[in-house]
Structure formats: structure tokens, C-alpha cells
Nanobody, 129 residues
């Protein structure tokens, strides 16, 4: 059974850091693209970042993540990480990881949540001011 498990969320102060993890079971990330999204109450789901190993080895970032967030993959652990620094209250949301075995990087659709087939359950990030 294919499963994604997101973890690492919590309460952090303004300017603090968190590292989110997305662990896969039932499949290997080696040929997948793994995206991070977030959704705050009353807001649309927002694409944060993607790391793609489907025919490429590249990372992609949305405007929100640039310069503050870093996505990486540990192949041995079959886990994707999202390192978040300089967190602000506007970063408070439920963060989701998602995976797809497809060329979302090459086709420019990594930021489209409907392009992903598998989703984790989400992890809450709350940034206090």
C-alpha cells in the first residue's frame, strides 16, 4: 500500500525554523516528484516546493519559499525534507507532501496540486508573532 507520512510540524516563534519530513512506504521516491503544499483556513492550497527525480534531479520553489525554504531528499531513508527558516505568522498552515510518478517538473505543473497522485495527511505549522 502506498502511503506518505508527513511530520515535523509544531509551534515556533517568529523568525524560527522547522524541518518537515515526508516519509514514503510502499514505493520508492527514486522516480517520483515530491511536492510540498500548504493550506491555511479560508485560503487556497498553495504550492511551496518540489523535488523531482522523474527523469531529472531538480528542485522547484514557489515565490513564498524562495530564499527561506529548502527541499531535499535522503535516498537511503526514502524521505523528503522541507527545511523552513525565518518563519513568519503567514507561514502558519497545514503542510502536505504529495507524490507523483510523472514529469511535473519538465511540464511546469509541479505547482498544480491536482497533478499529484498520493498525499500525506498533513502536519500543522503554527508561527507565533
Amino acid at each position: 500500500e502506498v502511503q506518505l507520512q508527513a511530520s515535523g510540524g509544531g509551534l515556533v516563534q517568529f523568525g524560527g525554523s522547522l524541518r518537515l519530513s515526508c516519509a514514503a512506504s510502499g514505493f520508492n521516491f527514486a522516480h517520483y516528484a515530491v511536492g510540498w503544499f500548504r493550506q491555511a483556513p479560508g485560503k487556497q492550497r498553495e504550492a511551496i516546493s518540489c523535488i523531482s527525480r522523474h527523469g531529472e534531479s531538480k528542485t522547484y520553489y514557489g515565490n513564498t519559499a524562495k530564499d527561506r525554504f529548502t527541499v531535499s531528499m535522503n535516498d537511503a531513508e526514502n524521505t523528503v525534507y522541507l527545511e523552513m527558516n525565518d518563519l513568519k505568522p503567514d507561514d502558519s498552515a497545514v503542510y502536505y507532501c504529495a507524490a507523483v510518478r510523472g514529469p511535473v517538473g519538465q511540464t511546469g505543473t509541479w505547482h498544480v496540486w491536482q497533478a499529484y497522485d498520493y498525499w500525506g495527511q498533513g502536519t500543522q505549522v503554527t508561527v507565533s508573532s
